[in-house]
C-alpha cells in the first residue's frame, strides 16, 4: 500500500459493476473513492444477435468490443465448443482478460490505442477481403470500426447484446458529491462523460456549482473523449498513458505531483 493520493477524493463515473476494482487501487493508495455511476447496463439481446452468437462458426472472425461485450454474449455462444477456424479479437486488455477467464483465447488486440481504430490499425495488414466478421458489442455503438472492416472488403455484422442508460441521480446526490469535495473525476468512455455533462445541466445546482464541476480535472482514456470534454465545457482533463486501472491510478498520481 502507497499513500500517492493522500486525503485526494476521487469521483469514480463507471457502472457499479466495473468500479470496484478501480475504487479499491484508489483507497489502496490512499485516495478517497466515491462511486457516481453515469452509464448502467443492461443486457438486451434480440433474437438476430442470439442466433449469430450461436452460429459463431460461419464467422472468420468475431471481435469483442468490450469486457460488457464479453459478459452479455457469454451465455449465447459456444464456449465448450468454440470452432478452431472462428478467431477472436479484443478492443483492449481488459476485454482480453474477460475472455481469457471464459476459457477463450485471444489472437489479436491493439498495441498501443486500446480502441476501434488501434484494433483496425492491427488488422490494416490482413487480407480481408471475403472475411466474415462478427463484432460484439452494445446497441447503437461507434460504427468507425465496422466501417473500416467494410472498407478492407470484410463482410461485417452486429450482436448487440447490451444496452446502455443514464442513471438517475437528483440534484440531493449531486449536491452531497460537490459538498464533500471532489478532487477529479475519472472517465471511462465519451457516454459516460456525456451523461455526466447532462445530468450536471438537468440539476437544479446554482450556476456557480455547475462550474465548478466543470472545472473538475477529468482523468479520460483518449484524445476523442479530450476533445468532447472541450466540446462540453469542461477545463481541465489529463490523459491516461495506460487505460488499465493501474494507469488511472498513476495518472491521478502524477496530476497530483504536478499540481
Known sequence: MTNRLQNTRVLVTRPIEQAAGLIEQ????????????????????DAEAVERCKFVAGYDWVIFISQNAVRYSLSLLPISNWPSTTLIAAVGPTTSNALQQAGLTVSRQPDNSMNSEGLLEKFSAEPLSGKKILIIRGVGGRDALATGLSEMGAMVDYAEVYSRHCPDHDTEHLLQQLEAGIDIVTIASGETLQNFANIIESSHLSNQQKQTLYACPLVIVSARIKTLAEQLGFLDTVVVSEPENTGVVKAIAEWLERK
Open 26 to 45: 484508489i483507497n489502496n493508495a490512499g485516495g478517497q473513492a466515491a462511486s457516481f455511476p453515469t452509464l448502467a447496463i443492461q443486457a438486451s439481446a
